[in-house]
């Protein structure tokens, strides 16, 4: 024994130590009760009840009983992992056994001591699927607290002898016979420490529903119930992620199989008309998904604690987060945003949703999806193009989405100002009754007349004040277009500069190193076609450099001339006369139809550099086409002038066309396209709020065909 | 004329136009190859296959196209090996988190896309320089000249593994706890013999 050996000492516990670490870390009832669920939660379980028994007021029947079908523990699981203090498994292993993989929860390896705060007594049952019988252990924490008083009671020079350690106090182990399909946990508590009233049990219950994580890993749900007979609310509940049921919008998309067609059909969300629908196409090449999205507006982010924060869109492959690289960050700037959604111009502005708002999984399969691989270094997903098309799609479904709440938003608006309408027509009908009742009641009392005079004057001014209001209602609303119009050219604009200086840097670089390429070699009389090259470079950079440098120019100037101008004529100008050399020369057949008379109040000069644009476009894609036409037609459909702009060139292939509106995007570097005209036309039209999108080619069989929409009334 | 450097130049710039740029032309019979890439994922893939050749990789930093940005290819380069020096040649402006980004991918360095050629090839020589110069490097080309069979076979022991010459190559290159030790090792041991002879004079 130690006593032999004077040079080496250990330590002992005392019997206050599960107090000192209850204490420590665990703080309150709650905490003791989120504690233990966690562990159901770390054992694979996916079922936990939560039983509460005479809570108030207490009694020798009072219990709290919770029982989860986890894995449950072997004896020798009791011995060497519960019953050593601090022992955790999961500080070594990160994630629960497969197939769940669940991202640990607990880690402190302390959980049951949490039972202490709850009540004095423990009865733990435990079994693993395929043994007989349930192992039984009983900790009687009062039995550790009597020692603890009656070893404080003891003078400091009475018989050491009788003092007990911690690990002296005997803890009762039995076994029970038990089905062997069943596994599992139960805990027993009893000797409650206090009474639990009903808003003890909500506190619980709002508490335990964080647990049940939006970001959950769906194929293998973890549920929790309560069931307290005592309050009614909370008996038989399901918890529900408090989160999930606070979202504004949630949407779920499936699949399906035609078996006779052999094909699998696709839902997706379509915004029509301030609706968003549900509808179904053939699977697109990336194969059928499984796509659920929950939205939050304000109201809804409130109910989100620091940890469990909203997102943005992560991916699973059956079942199984396939992303582990897009989960949680502390640093919110080191999160992956996986499908770019942050990453679309002007983000967070305006109508557009970031990953602030939204939560949602795709749901892929191994063998649905194959063409969805994750890279070798586990950090992203093969840049292939099926990947990229559900990038795509990912995207398309979001911007519905923000199609919809804008929709949402401008009705409001509209409601508004008709609620504002019809408040003022009614004080008027109000104002009428009385006159009638002022005329017929001639029988009224000189008293009823004065009060209906009262009214009748009131209502006067209640009506001014509606109508003030109605007007002030009305100019916030055109200030608020005014602001947005402006913003949306700043916001444009600040864009543009940022990446007007990178395009400066890079043109600047490749002038300057071509010039000296040509300022090195000529006088050696060496690389001549080379140097040929390069001065060629020069000047076809300088070119794009001086086209940028207009743009620059012409929006310091564009929004303090705003004119009405005829579009007939603009268009006409431009065909006719500033383009008309260059067809002639190109051989390129340009017609232009223009069905009604518009006027447009904007800049002339920019709305035409924006054709000019597309123009030189088409002239460059027309360039090994034997016929070359271009096609220009304007026309009106509802409130917006339209005009469809089409060349018979070799077109815009498939995987490109999401990309030819971003800045630099080329595919005519070689003619000195600098990947600048579709940009400008976009932002251009941004300003103004219109739009500009890629149509079905109207020529055939080869071509491309932009449509343009501006708004008549901005 | 400039000395000659035995090394294969990696430029991977989404930009098509960056394919046919003036330094290119300027630098291409001061090295044994040049290969383009607008896409990283080729071009990183053309590092794995050619990783036995001295390569220098002159990187875009944003990518217009593509998930993979700067950052990223450096991370995979460094995971193949950290020997390959990188030179990120970029137009966007870099601030402290970029830089931050290029310190821990290990760049060698950085040149802003406005600069002239003979920066550049400046930056290209200090990075052949490394190649030549470095303790590893001098260890990997050591280890790459030996027939490809005596590399395969059992070359020293550390604690209880056996480690083949090609097993010390990869540690080296990826510069993990035993390519680290390997390294000190030699280094200390060719100070050591230096400083050996020294005493004996």
């Given at each position: ?504 840097r890079i043109s600047i670089g490749i002038i300057k190193r071509s010039a000296e390429f040509v300022a ?14 390069h001065?060629?470079?020069i000047?076809?950079e ?173 | ?20 740029d003036a330094f ?88 802003p896309k406005d600069s002239d050629t003979d920066t550049l ?81």
């Open positions: 024994m130690e006593n032999n050996n004077p040079s080496i000492l250990h330590f002992k516990f005392d019997v206050s130590t599960f107090r000192l670490l209850g204490r420590e870390l665990i703080t309150d009832r709650i905490t003791a009760l989120f504690e233990l669920v966690k562990n159901c939660y770390d054992a694979n379980a996916e079922k936990v009840d939560i039983t509460f028994e005479s809570l108030n007021p207490l009694s020798d029947k009072s219990r709290i009983i919770i029982r989860d079908d986890g894995l449950g523990m072997t004896f020798e699981d009791i011995r060497d992992k519960w019953m050593v203090i601090g022992t955790s498994s999961k500080r070594r292993k990160k994630t629960s056994p497969e197939p769940y993989n669940r991202v640990v929860a607990g880690k402190k390896g302390v959980g049951r001591f949490a039972v202490d705060k709850l009540g004095g007594k423990l009865v733990m049952r435990t079994k693993k699927k395929g043994a007989s019988v349930w192992h039984c252990l009983e900790t009687d924490w009062t039995k550790y607290s009597e020692e603890e008083d009656r070893q404080l009671k003891l003078n400091f020079d009475e018989n050491q002898e009788e003092q007990k350690l911690f690990t002296d106090i005997d803890n009762k182990y039995w076994t029970e016979p038990g089905d062997e399909n069943v596994q599992g946990t139960i805990l027993e508590i009893s000797s409650l420490n206090d009474v639990w009233l009903e808003r003890d049990v909500i506190r619980a219950y709002r508490e335990l529903s964080k647990i049940v994580k939006p970001t959950l890993n769906v194929k293998y749900p973890f549920g929790i119930k309560f069931h307290v007979p005592e309050y009614k609310a909370y008996d038989d509940r399901p918890v529900e992620s408090l989160v999930l049921a606070k979202a504004t919008l949630s949407y779920t998309l499936n699949y399906r199989f035609d078996a006779d067609k052999k094909k699998y059909y696709q839902e997706f969300l379509e915004e029509n008309k301030g609706r968003l629908i549900v509808k179904e196409k053939e699977a697109e090449i990336f194969g059928p998904i499984g796509f659920t999205i929950y939205y939050y507006d304000q109201e809804g982010k409130k109910n989100f604690t620091k940890e469990d924060r909203i997102d943005g869109i992560k991916v699973y492959r059956d079942g199984i987060i396939a992303t582990p690289f897009a989960e949680y960050k502390a640093s919110r700037d080191e999160q992956k945003d996986l499908f770019g959604i942050d990453k679309r111009r002007w983000s967070g502005f305006f109508e557009r949703l970031s990953t602030r708002d939204i939560i949602g999984w795709v749901d892929i399969k191994d063998e649905l999806n194959p063409e969805i691989k994750d890279s070798t270094n586990r950090q992203d997903f093969v840049d292939t193009k099926e990947w990229s098309s559900l990038k795509d799609f990912v995207i398309n479904q979001i911007h519905q989405i923000e199609l919809y709440l804008k929709h949402q938003k401008d009705d409001r608006k509209k409601e508004n100002a008709e609620r504002l309408k019809k408040a003022d027509t009614d004080i008027d009908d109000i104002k009428r009754k009385i006159n009638r009742i002022k005329q017929q009641s001639f029988f009224a009392s000189p008293e009823v007349e004065s009060e209906l005079n009262d009214i009748t004057a009131r209502l006067g001014e209640i009506k001014q004040n509606v109508s003030a209001s109605t007007k002030d209602y009305e100019r916030m609303e055109e200030d608020k277009r005014q602001q947005e119009n402006i913003m949306f050219s700043l916001v444009s604009l600040q864009a543009y500069a940022g990446q007007i200086s990178h395009i400066l090195k070699w000529i006088p050696l009389g060496q690389k001549q076609d080379k140097s040929v090259k001065a060629r470079r000047f076809d300088m070119n794009n450099l001086s086209k940028a440098m207009n743009f620059m120019l012409s929006y310091a100037e564009d929004d303090s001339t705003f004119e009405y101008f005829d579009i007939r004529n603009a268009i006409k100008e431009l065909f006719d006369d500033r383009y008309h050399y260059l067809f002639e020369e190109e051989d390129i057949k340009a017609e232009y139809v223009v069905e009604d008379d518009f006027e447009l109040s904007y800049n002339k000069k920019a709305f035409q550099d924006m054709f000019g644009n597309l123009i030189d476009n088409s002239v460059k894609a027309l360039r090994n086409t034997q016929d070359k036409r271009i096609n220009c037609s304007v026309y009106r459909e509802n409130e917006n002038l339209v005009m469809l702009f089409s060349d018979n060139g070799p077109g815009i292939p498939e995987e490109n066309r999401d990309r030819i509106f971003d800045v630099f995007y080329t595919t005519t570097a070689d003619l000195g396209g600098a990947g600048l005209g579709l940009y400008i036309v976009r932002t251009r039209l941004n300003s103004i709020k219109g739009t500009i999108s890629l149509e079905p080619n109207v020529f055939k069989p080869t071509g491309a065909t932009f449509k343009i929409v501006i708004p008549l009334m901005h | 004329m400039a000395e000659k450097m035995n090394i294969t130049i990696v430029y991977i710039d989404d930009d098509e136009k960056m394919k046919e290119l032309d300027d630098i291409c019979d001061q090295v044994d190859e040049i290969h383009y890439f607008q896409k990283p994922s080729e071009g990183l893939a053309f590092v794995k296959e050619n990783i036995d050749k001295d390569i220098v990789v002159i990187l875009d930093w944003k990518f217009n196209s593509s998930t993979l940005q700067g950052d990223d290819v450096l991370r995979d380069i460094d995971e193949v090996s950290v020997l390959v020096p990188v030179i990120v040649f970029t137009g966007a402006s870099i601030d402290a988190t970029e830089a931050n980004k290029m310190f821990k991918g290990n760049a060698f360095s950085c040149v090839v400046n930056a290209i020589r200090n990075a052949y320089n490394r190649i030549q110069n470095d303790i590893r490097s001098v260890m990997e080309k050591w280890i790459l000249k030996q027939n490809p069979e005596k590399r395969n076979k059992p070359y020293m022991r550390s604690g209880d593994k056996v480690y083949t010459l090609n097993d010390i190559l990869v540690s080296i290159r990826r510069q993990d706890e035993f390519g680290k030790e390997t390294t000190r090792g030699i280094l200390s041991l060719a100070t050591e013999l230096f400083t050996n002879n020294m005493r004996e004079k």
